[in-house]
């Protein structure tokens, strides 16, 4: 469910990103390619979640 709820939110932010930088920089924006881009973040900070992120040490 985790990954679920991150590529969704990756796929509209990186939407919304790719969006504005297109009118910034006056270009077509390309729905697709936002997409691929956005869904390769979301799974880039997924594994980086799982492999960075260390379990606390329980002090004795």
Known sequence: MKFIVTLFWALTIGQVVAFIGAKLLSVNDSVFYA????AGFAVFIYILS???I???KKFK
């Open 35 to 38: 997409a691929i881009a956005s």
């Open 50 to 52: 799982k492999v960075a």
């Open 54 to 56: 260390l379990p606390e």
